[in-house]
């Protein structure tokens, strides 16, 4: 039986994998590609079907209130694996790189590994176990939908820490992304360690400093 909730997130794809013959399925994704400071965030997700959180969706979709709630819930009922990429890792490898390298890790850290693992997007990391892309998968699986969440919520986290440590930037409202706010605390003050420097805007800035 297929389970949807308001969003339109399934079990589909699980249900087809695990009707297959696998045990578990991971639904993969990540939170911050586009900022120019911080950390991409990745998380792997296998939901337990018998204890699944109500409205689980695409973290784009739920406020930060819910999506905190669902995060709570979500690390109570699931196996699940975090793995972040830092800023150096971003400027040496590039950001597609270091997010592939971060889902992989992601993965990794889960406490069984997986029979399939659903990415969200079109690639999809060198993994030991199959995988299967799923262009626009945080609004069609669950799974996806779940590791979105908990990669949205772990990055703001840690985009609030920073904010204290690095005050002036606005970290806890863009969350690292080129808002005119970002943009013109960066011109005001310079790019702090955690900026990406291999991105335009901030390069461009660093470039012209010299």
Do not use: Q
Request: net charge positive; with cysteine.
């Amino acid at each position: 039986m297929v389970r949807v909730d308001s969003a339109g997130c399934t079990l589909a794809l699980e249900n087809e994998a695990l009707a297959s013959g696998a045990r578990f399925v991971a639904g993969v994704d990540e939170a911050g590609r586009g900022p120019l400071a911080g950390p991409v965030v990745a998380a792997a997700v296998i939901l337990d079907h018998e204890r699944m959180p109500d409205g689980i969706a695409d973290s784009k979709v739920l406020s930060a209130g819910r999506r905190e709630a669902l995060y709570e819930a979500i690390m109570a009922t699931s196996r699940v694996g975090v793995a972040m990429a830092g800023v150096r890792r971003i400027d040496r490898d590039n950001i597609l790189n270091a997010t592939l390298w971060a889902m992989a890790k992601s993965v990794a850290r889960l406490a069984e590994p997986p029979c399939l693992c659903l990415i969200d997007g079109n690639r999809a990391p060198a993994l030991e176990v199959p995988t299967r892309t799923v262009v626009g998968g945080d609004a069609s699986s669950m799974s996806i939908a779940a590791a979105s969440i908990i990669a949205k919520v772990t990055r703001d986290r840690l985009m609030y820490r920073l904010d204290t440590e690095f005050p002036g930037y606005g970290f806890a409202r863009h969350k690292g992304y080129g808002t005119r706010e970002h943009m013109e605390a960066l011109r005001r003050l310079g790019p702090c360690p955690h900026h990406r420097a291999s991105f335009a805007p901030v390069r461009d800035l660093i470039g012209a400093a010299r």
